[in-house]
Every structure is written in C-alpha cells, then in structure tokens.
C-alpha cells in the first residue's frame, strides 16, 4: 500500500479521499488554486501545494504542475478524483511515465472510452446493444446534418469527450439542428477542449441505469449493482439511488453482465461506470463508460457496506479484488440528492458567495453527508457550486425516502440560493416516491413539481417574529448575567416601561418583500399583530433546534433557526428563511430589476456578442452568451429597442449585475 498520495482535485472529493487514507495511515498532499488557499481539502490535507491561478485551466487542469507538485512531495501516487484531469488519457500516461501510480484505469482504456464515438462502435462489436445513432470522424456541418435526417427526430446532439451534461442538446426539427450544433460544439470545446459531437436517437421517456464495476490486474472483473439516476434537468443527476425501482432480477442479472463484458472489452483497470439507458420497452443501450469514480458512488457504498476509495487505492497498488462477484451483497435502499448553490426558480441558475449560515443534519449509520466546504466558506465562480451531497439509507425505499425528508429539513443555506427546497418537493412528488420518473420528466414537469412560492401566512410570521423575541431576550440576559447588576430593568429586552413591558416593532424581509410585526410581552407569552391579524402566543420555547408554542390555543411546533440576521422555520412539510431587516430600512429589500439594461445575472465571463450598438433588437431575443460554473447563460434582452452601448466584450469577467449592454427606445 501506498505511504503518501497526491490528490489532484479540490473540494467534496479531494476531502472524500483524504478520509479513506486517513483511516489506513496513509498521508495526502492537497492541490489548490489561487480561489482556494483556505479550502476545506487544503485544511484537511497533511500538506498542500499551490498550483496556480483560479481558472481550472491556470490550475486544476495544469498536469504538469500537478506532477511536478507530486513528485517534490514524495508522493508515490495520484487521485485524480471526478472531472478535471480523470479521465485524460494524456495526464494517466505522464503519471506513470513519472515514476508515479495513477489512481485509475491505464490511459489506454480510457482513450478507447475518451471518445463516445469509439466508444459505441467498440461496444457493439462486443455485443453490448447501443443505440442508433453516427459516430463518424466527418465532423462538416452539412454531413451532421444530414447523418441527423437519416436517423430521424428527436436525435441527440453529444459532446464525443467528457460527461457530466456538458454538451448535450436534444433536436425535435431539422429546423433547430444547425443552431443546437453550434451551441453545443462551443460548450464542448470550453468544457472539455475538443469539440467533435455524435448523434443518437433520443428515446422518449427513458430511464438512465448506470453499473458500478471494478478490474484488477489479475484478471478480476465484476460489477457491484446498480445506481437510478433517471431523475435528471438539462442532464444533471438530480436524485441517484441504488437499488432501482424499476429493475426486475433478470433485467439486473443481464445489464451487470453486459457492464462487466463492456468492462472487459477495453481491458479495464480500477473503478468504473458503465451508463445505460433503458427504454419504455425494458431494452436497454449502452451510452459510455465513465472511467473514474462517480460523484453518487456513496450510494453503491451505502447498500454494500463497501469503500470504494478504499477497492481504488489497493487494485492501484497491485492487489487483487477484495471480493468475488458472488461475494457482493446488497442491503437496503440507499438515495443521494445533491445541494448546490443555485436558485431553481430562475433556471437553476448557479449562485456564489459566503455561505454565511450552513447547517446539515447529523450523520448516522443511516444519514451521510460528503462536503467539501463549513459554514463562512466561500462558494466560488470558478467552479461547480456543490455544497454537499446528502445521502441516507434505510430497510426499503419507502423508509429510505422518509429518511431522506426529515434529514434535508434539517439542512439550511443561508448566502447564496440553495436547491434545498426543491429537492423537499421533489422527493415528495407522486412520480418519484411511486418509483416511475423517466430523463425527461423533470424538465417537462418542473412547475408542477416546483409551483412558485407562495407567501408565509400571517401564522408563520407571527412564529418567526415570537422565536427572534425568545433569542433576543436569550442574548440580553446572558449579556445581564455578566454584569454587576444582572437584575437592572434595563437588562432586559421586552421594551420595559414603568408597570409593564412595552411595544417591540419588528420587520421580517423575505425576498423581496417586508413585513412589520408588532409584540407586547415577554418570555414566552406575547401578543403578536401583523396585517390587522392577531395571535396571542403562549409558552413558546425554543431549544434544541426547534420552536414551539401554542397559537390561540394550538400547539404547534417547527424546526428552528435563529440568530440577529435571520430567522429559519420548518414545518415538516415546508421551509421559510427570513431575513431580520432593521425597521427603519427603505421598503424595496430586493435588487433593482435592469429596467433597459442588461445586467450579468452572475459573475463569469462573456464568450459570445451577437449585437452592436444600432442594432434594433426584440425583447427576449438572445443578445450573448456568458459562461459561469461549467454551464452556458444565455443573455436575453430585457426590451425591445436601439443597442445604444455593449459596455462588455468577449472575453471579459465581469460580476454579478454588471451593465452589459444598454437599450435606448427604437
């Protein structure tokens, strides 16, 4: 086994690992960007590495570095983790040709899966069944364009390297095929530095299967079960889970089969995923191997009792398999919903900033969580927006999914927007707690699944204000405890007048709007009014994460959170965050909208200027394009009108609410 490894990778994975070769004395050397000298990985790491500037390209991609930062350490080995460098092919071959062990299968397999059009035509000359579809090496507009008339609509547009969603987009018409091209060769190129695309036949209503397998170098192949991904936006996993609802024992029996025949076929080293995707007619297609370990791979590790950084580390090392296939058992269900920075009411649109509130749940045998960032952690530009990755496990589904709610009640982002509510609602949906969501059901029911916002009833706002009551009383009298005179009426918080306790006015934002509330009394009895409502409140407690009191006579009880910033409320069913805005601030607490500007909807930078100054424009239409967090925004004119000014060029970075370009009236 290994003394020292270098983990060529930053956040949740690089901490992921570092905890495996912890727990067999094994040290780690951290890498990190200019973004991330105070990371969570760099911290946890026994030393870390400076490897450049905070674009991937000037870091995290830079394999030269990277080797260079490995072999000055001692480190005997490199993990590459997930995205960045591992599945390059190239960065496999330069680690050994250093003297090093890389952490993976050789980079002979993974150029014969690099490319999704080698890699179909290589799978069904092994007889794994792939779908219809062109992998040829004439990339000519006109001859994709042709290749996707013949296979007929809805065709696939695929990004031939790398994964993850990047560079994929559906076409419906012939009409839309030349646009959908470009789009999707820009993105592949940015993501992945190559642009060359396949074409499939989309299947309708699919469902997406993806086989945890293992090689060794002795000969060994087997596969260790099955991961659901099928519910999916824009092509992004969205809720993962092992075992699948929708597999029968045959249907599993013969897809894990098929995985360690595809496994065998490229001569495969190490972990791996073989993706498939299942029609409505129960045939299933090979889509791609994934050669490196997958951001869900805790699911597999929840139903087998298996580490799977622990099978890499000792197949890297030249030990044979730790168990034979017939040795695999499952138990249970296991399900991995992913928190991201991102505001899923505004296209899921990536967010930044400090997270100045993070709170998850806590962690059992059957509640996990893998993070790579605490509380006052900054979530950059620069990369994916993860926060975390929540994932439980229970004796079946029904009891999985029951766990998975009351542990992401307990999760609370307080910075950037978070997907948090979201995922409650999607967990909650008919379609996924009856086990039967296809790829395509999310986008195409999002608004069923995620309705917009309804405002808290004035029964909320009166529990939110009487807990922010409990806490400030809380603070002033620990604050009077410390005094030499604890007992002072003005040592205590309730606006005491001479006889009896005063007036409080409290002002409670959330989004955009405000709303005054009014109090009389103290320590856990109150009179609260708000929009000519009135509550009387009585023994309202707030203690160990949660408030309870009873409202005009109704006991009630939520999960609680509350500081002199903001105040959270969970009751079991939905989540509200309120900001705590002082009463004297100006009505309008949201953001300007941009009015005849165009502003950057976040921090990141501009790829594509479609319009000049003069140029007449539509509202709605497509004035640019910005690329930020691994994806693509599309810029879109606010109005209709004369370009009077492009005030941004491409190329640039700009942040969030920067005028890129301003409208005069035509």
């Not at 299933?284 to 580390?313: A, C, K, S």
């Amino acid at each position: 086994m290994f003394d020292k490894i270098l983990i060529a990778n930053r956040g949740e994975i690089a901490c992921r690992v570092i905890r495996t070769c912890r727990r067999f004395g094994i040290r780690t050397v951290a890498v990190y960007s200019e973004a991330d000298a105070s990371a969570q990985h760099v911290r946890l790491a026994d030393e870390a590495w400076p490897i450049g500037g905070s674009r991937p390209q000037d870091s995290y991609l830079r394999s030269d570095i990277i080797i260079a930062a490995a072999l000055r350490s001692g480190a005997q080995a490199i993990h590459p983790g997930y995205g960045f460098l591992s599945e390059n092919a190239d960065f496999a071959d330069a680690v050994a040709a250093a003297g090093l062990t890389f952490i993976g299968p050789p980079g002979a397999s993974m150029r014969k899966m690099g490319s999704k059009a080698g890699a179909k035509d290589l799978m069904a000359a092994a007889g794994v069944p792939v779908v219809p579809g062109y992998t040829g090496e004439n990339q000519d507009a006109t001859q994709l364009q042709s290749e996707a008339d013949r296979i007929g609509y809805p065709v696939m547009i695929k990004a031939a390297h790398g994964g993850g969603g990047k560079g994929m987009r559906i076409v419906r018409t012939a009409g839309e095929f030349a646009a959908a091209l470009e789009s999707c060769r820009r993105e592949a190129a940015s993501a992945f530095g190559r642009d060359r695309v396949l074409l499939e036949r989309y299947l309708e209503q699919p469902r997406h299967i993806e086989i945890q397998v293992f090689a060794d170098d002795h000969g060994h192949a087997i596969h260790l079960g099955e991961r659901e991904c099928s519910a999916q936006r824009r092509y992004q996993k969205v809720l993962e889970e092992s075992p699948s609802p929708l597999l029968t024992p045959t249907m599993r029996e013969r897809m894990g089969a098929a995985a360690v025949q595809a496994a065998r076929a490229i001569d495969y080293r190490n972990a791996g995923t073989v993706e498939f995707i299942v029609g409505s007619d129960g045939g299933f297609y090979f889509m791609e191997i994934n050669t490196r370990l997958q951001v869900e791979h805790p699911v597999t590790e929840m139903v087998t009792g298996l580490d799977l950084v622990e099978w890499q580390l000792r197949v890297a090392a030249g030990e044979p398999l730790p168990l034979a296939q017939e040795d695999i058992r499952q138990h249970g269900h296991a399900i991995e919903v992913r928190l991201y920075a991102e505001d899923a009411e505004n296209g899921f649109l990536p967010g930044s900033g400090r997270l100045e509130r993070l709170r998850f749940p806590k962690t059992d045998a059957g509640t996990r969580i893998d993070t790579g960032v605490v509380e006052g952690d900054v979530v950059t530009i620069f990369y994916d927006p993860m926060i975390a990755k929540l994932v439980v496990h229970d004796q079946d589904r029904t009891r999985a999914l029951a766990r998975l709610r009351e542990a992401l009640a307990d999760c609370e982002v307080v910075g950037p927007k978070s997907n948090v509510e979201f995922l409650e609602r999607l967990i909650r949906h008919p379609s996924v707690t009856e086990g039967r969501i296809d790829t395509s059901f999310l986008d195409a029911h999002f608004a069923e699944v995620f309705p917009p916002a309804t405002p808290p009833g004035a029964d909320v706002l009166a529990a939110a204000a009487c807990a922010c009551l409990l806490h400030d009383e809380r603070k002033v009298r620990a604050q009077a405890r410390r005094t030499n005179d604890p007992h002072s009426p003005w040592a205590i918080s309730d606006g005491w007048r001479l006889g009896h306790a005063g007036q409080r006015v409290l002002s409670l934002g959330w989004r955009q709007q405000r709303q005054l509330l009014t109090a009389h009394g103290a320590g856990g009895d109150y009179r609260i009014e708000t929009d000519g409502a009135i509550f009387k409140i009585e023994g309202a407690h707030l203690e160990a994460g949660h408030f309870t009191a009873r409202l005009d006579g109704e006991a009630r009880r939520w999960r609680c959170q509350v500081d002199a910033a903001h105040v959270f409320l969970h009751d079991g069913d939905r989540r509200w965050t309120f900001s705590r805005v002082p009463v004297y601030q100006a009505e309008n607490i949201g953001v300007n909208a941009g009015g005849n500007r165009l502003l950057a909807p976040m921090p990141g930078r501009v790829v594509l200027l479609k319009v000049g100054v003069g140029d007449i424009v539509c509202a709605g239409q497509e004035l640019g394009v910005m690329e930020a967090m691994k994806m693509e925004l599309s810029l879109k004119a606010p109005c209709a009108g004369r370009i009077a000014a492009v005030q941004a060029k491409v190329g640039d970075f700009v942040e969030a609410d920067a005028v890129l370009v301003r409208l005069e009236d035509a």
